[in-house]
């Protein structure tokens, strides 16, 4: 659990800096996209390309882990996404290098978006394989858990840099020092996963009933995790940069309710994750989905009130937070019940990348142009409710007693 959830906490450290400062990328490497909102649309375009590449790294490495061993896929993956993220601190600005800046920078979030998208089948695969009867909820969600630590990591250290550093110096260098930092860290997830056992469901001679991967399940599991795909990306990473263009907060600001929401999102996690181990995957991520619906566009409504106080807004960055919590708990475990040993970590990898590139990766862009086109400044809340609404049939088709059912 260590090693896979250390390697995961690396991961999403790593690609979530590059989110919480897309303000700052987008003035330092898009300058010359126009004004107003243009740099920091070039910028969550290349955020979005990374996610495309994401069901190319499912596809690889879930086979390598599916082949091979999920060890030797889970040491690639975190060994791409750090000297990647890494190369990224090093890379000239656009007024040094010109265009050559932007280019560099989009080809590194594609090696990114190859390494993220093989991380997920992987590191779920080695929780729920080695979780005991009955608590696949509990050590799958530690997936989803070090996911919103890695995201609050990146976010408490972009604040934590945004406190400290004048703003001329953030933008200078400052932004450089949260990417150089994925370099020690990616060195020590390395070192755990390079100990890290196979799991006993593992069966490298190719044995086993089921060795085909069905596209009906890999689509059927991207349908279910929609909305916690496209919720989860509009609260917790979308969040800061839209406080800023749409309601005028400061950056630091900006950061900071993030860093409520995430710290919210990983409380909520692994508590919603034994609650499916008890009730059921089907209860719990239908309620979740159901909440997001009802109460995103009133959440948000409090933090656009300019007449509320600021205990209001922090609650209901908490709420969101707690929100997506509940849809994420539980989501590893219900794919990896989906899918035989065989094809498990390419089957629920890709389907885990599907919905996100096209339902996280391009939350950013898209919500920037609505607000942008459309004047509203709603458009997080909405983005994240219709999300969850396309969820509802999908996750409607799960069986009430799918989690007391051994994994094939």
């Known amino acids: 659990m260590i090693a896979g959830g250390a390697g995961n906490f690396v991961e999403w450290y790593e690609f979530g800096v590059y989110g919480y400062f897309a303000p700052v990328l987008a003035a330092v490497f898009f300058p010359a996209s126009g004004g107003g909102t243009g740099p920091l649309v070039a910028t969550y375009a290349a955020f979005a390309l990374a996610f495309f590449f994401r069901p190319l790294g499912a596809l690889l490495l879930g086979r390598l882990g599916d082949r091979v061993g999920r060890r030797p896929a889970l040491v690639t993956a975190v060994t791409l996404m750090t000297l990647a993220t890494a190369a990224i601190g090093l890379l000239p600005t656009h007024a040094t290098a010109g265009v050559a800046a932007p280019v560099a920078l989009t080809a590194l979030r594609v090696l990114q978006g190859v390494s993220a998208g093989g991380e997920f089948g992987g590191a779920v695969s080695v929780l729920t394989e080695f979780a005991p009867p009955g608590r696949r909820g509990r050590y799958g969600s530690w997936q989803s858990c070090t996911v919103a630590l890695g995201l609050l990591a990146g976010a408490g250290t972009a604040a934590a840099l945004a406190v400290a550093l004048p703003e001329p110096a953030l933008y200078a260098w400052g932004w450089r020092v949260a990417f150089l930092l994925a370099l020690p860290l990616g060195l020590a997830a390395l070192a755990l996963r390079l100990r890290l056992p196979e799991t006993p469901e593992f069966r490298p001679d190719g044995a086993g009933p089921d060795r085909r991967l069905r596209p009906g399940d890999v689509l059927l599991g991207a349908g279910r995790i929609v909305g916690w795909s496209g919720a989860g990306y509009a609260f917790l990473v979308v969040l800061p940069s839209h406080l800023q263009t749409a309601l005028g907060a400061s950056y630091r600001d900006a950061l900071l309710a993030t860093v409520l929401a995430n710290t919210a999102f990983a409380a909520a996690i692994v508590p919603a994750?034994?609650?499916?181990?008890?009730?059921?995957r089907r209860a719990v991520l239908l309620s979740g989905t159901v909440l997001v619906v009802v109460l995103a566009v009133p959440l948000f409504a409090v933090l656009r009130d300019p007449g509320q106080p600021a205990t209001a807004k922090a609650a209901a960055v908490l709420a969101a937070g707690v929100l997506v919590g509940l849809?994420?708990?539980?989501?590893?475990?219900?794919?990896?019940?989906?899918?035989?040993?065989r094809v498990r970590c390419t089957g629920l990898g890709t389907a885990y990348a599907l919905a996100n590139a096209l339902f996280a990766g391009c939350a950013g862009l898209v919500i920037t142009r609505t607000a942008e086109w459309t004047g509203r400044t709603d458009v997080p809340a909405l983005y994240a409710a219709a999300a969850c609404a396309l969820s509802l049939p999908f996750l409607c088709t799960l069986g009430r007693d799918d989690h007391r059912r051994p994994l094939r």
């Open 273 to 280: 994750g034994v609650l499916s181990d008890r009730f059921g």
């Open 327 to 341: 849809l994420a708990g539980p989501g590893p475990a219900m794919l990896a019940e989906m899918f035989p040993a």
